[in-house]
């Protein structure tokens, strides 16, 4: 039996080596080379199709928000919403739908849709991922992905004004420090 004696392979030689090697590492090692999306340690399409099923049970009971769906096509709504979690989740994008600001525009308009609204939705996604047995870790994660487009489905800028912005400028301004030393 020969042995390979690396001090006398040529430089390119070992470093070509060493990357294959690093390259199976993982595998070889029997561990994961990149962490599992959310959608992935969630179970899937499965899981997330149980979740929104359970989910809008949970809406449609609830008198904070249950009004908002009172003219809507839930069969549609439930697959939009399995479509877009997929993709929100880090699952395969298969969400075609329209942009959040457009898909709530109407209902912030017209019924007042606001944060008290929305932090009702985002607690009923956290109990029914809790129901589900999902980790609190997961469930904290979720709860990120829906506020993470809260500005958009508010539609509102997801740039805060500043102060000087919120009180009206330099008119406002000027009117207070005039009235401050009146």
Known sequence: MSSLNFSERPDADITEAAAI???????????DSKPKSLYERLGGA?????????????????????FFFKNTDMKKQRRVQKSFLTFAFGGPKTYSGVGM????QKLVDEQGLNDSHMDTIV????KTLKELGVAD???????AIANSVRDEVLCRDSKPK???ERLG??????AAVDQFYE
């Open 46 to 66: 499965p899981a997330v199709d149980a979740a929104v099923d359970q989910f809008y049970e949970k809406v449609l009971a609830d008198e904070r928000v249950n």
């Open 101 to 104: 600001r457009k898909a709530h």
């Open 137 to 143: 870790a997961d469930i904290t994660e979720a709860a």
């Open 21 to 31: 090697a690093n390259s199976v590492r993982d595998e070889v090692l029997c561990r």
């Open 123 to 126: 607690e009923l996604l956290g």
């Open 162 to 164: 500043s102060l000087y």
């Open 169 to 174: 400028g330099a008119p406002a301004v000027d």
